[in-house]
């Protein structure tokens, strides 16, 4: 009877390789886990929301700044809008009332009509909506400095439209969810409820990771 074929050995110096190198891939898996950012959940980092100063519907000069610390969600409307705006109002009221008893997540609607919108148009709109000031927030500026915030800053889409149409600007239907730190973490399809749901979702994980403010 035949013996079977030899086993081939590994030295002790290639064990003792292959055990440093086994060692290696461990603990550069730890590294990664241990590094990874401890702050809310593994959403994106798209980069930072723009830095701005406008003026919000109750008068009052609004900075980025003025957001830190807080999880916001940010759309952008107009009063006359006779197609995508109230739907994105009311998603943004609804998600309001949702998240009535998590106070580190605000709203940010930014007016694109600025001419027509003044301040006191877009606190007649918030009323009508509900909108708790405290808590949601209309903000007005000259068009070239919104439309470069909307363009440039969060890198979204706005242009004229037809004048007389329903939507005589045509802009962006999506939400932005910016952290504490002021970081984009996810833009958002504002027109169809499951992506608000999961912008709810995701908002919430933000604000539980926030320190707790005194």
Same mark, same amino acid.
């Given at each position: 009877?035949?013996?079977?074929?030899?086993?081939?050995?590994?030295? +002790?110096?290639?064990?003792?390789?292959?055990? !440093?190198?086994? $060692?290696?891939?461990?603990? #550069?898996?730890?590294? =990664?886990?241990?590094?990874?950012?401890?702050?809310?959940?593994?959403?994106?980092?798209?980069?930072?929301?723009?830095?701005?100063? $406008?003026?919000?519907?109750?008068?009052?000069?609004?900075?980025?700044?003025? =957001?830190?610390?807080?999880?916001?969600?940010?759309?952008?409307?107009?009063?006359?809008?006779? *197609?995508?705006?109230?739907? $994105?109002? #009311?998603?943004?009221?609804?998600?309001?009332?949702?998240?009535?008893?998590?106070?580190?997540?605000?709203?940010?609607?930014?007016?694109?009509?600025?001419?027509?919108?003044? +301040?006191?148009?877009? #606190?007649?709109?918030?009323?009508?909506?509900?909108?708790? +000031? #405290?808590?949601?927030?209309?903000?007005?500026?000259?068009?070239? *400095?919104?439309?470069?915030?909307?363009?440039?800053?969060?890198? =979204?889409?706005?242009?004229?439209?037809?004048?007389?149409?329903?939507?005589?600007?045509?802009?962006?239907?999506?939400? !932005?969810? !910016?952290?504490?730190?002021?970081?984009?973490?996810?833009?958002?399809?504002?027109?169809?409820?499951?992506?608000?749901?999961?912008?709810?979702?995701?908002?919430?994980?933000?604000?539980?990771? =926030?320190?707790?403010?005194?």
């Amino acid at each position: 009877m035949k013996p079977d074929a030899a086993t081939p050995r590994v030295s +002790p110096a290639v064990a003792t390789v292959l055990v !440093v190198l086994l $060692l290696a891939v461990v603990a #550069a898996g730890l590294w =990664l886990v241990m590094s990874r950012p401890s702050g809310g959940p593994d959403l994106p980092r798209l980069g930072a929301a723009p830095e701005f100063t $406008l003026v919000s519907a109750q008068g009052k000069t609004v900075t980025r700044a003025d =957001l830190e610390g807080r999880v916001w969600i940010a759309d952008f409307i107009f009063t006359r809008c006779g *197609g995508s705006c109230p739907i $994105l109002s #009311a998603r943004m009221a609804a998600l309001a009332e949702r998240t009535a008893a998590v106070p580190a997540i605000r709203f940010v609607s930014f007016g694109v009509d600025p001419e027509y919108d003044t +301040p006191e148009i877009l #606190a007649e709109y918030g009323r009508k909506l509900g909108a708790d +000031p #405290a808590r949601w927030t209309f903000l007005h500026g000259d068009r070239p *400095g919104i439309r470069a915030l909307i363009k440039d800053g969060f890198k =979204l889409a706005i242009e004229d439209g037809v004048a007389d149409s329903v939507e005589p600007i045509l802009h962006s239907t999506r939400f !932005v969810l !910016v952290d504490g730190e002021g970081t984009i973490r996810g833009y958002y399809d504002g027109m169809e409820q499951p992506p608000v749901d999961q912008l709810e979702k995701d908002a919430r994980a933000l604000a539980a990771s =926030l320190p707790e403010r005194p």
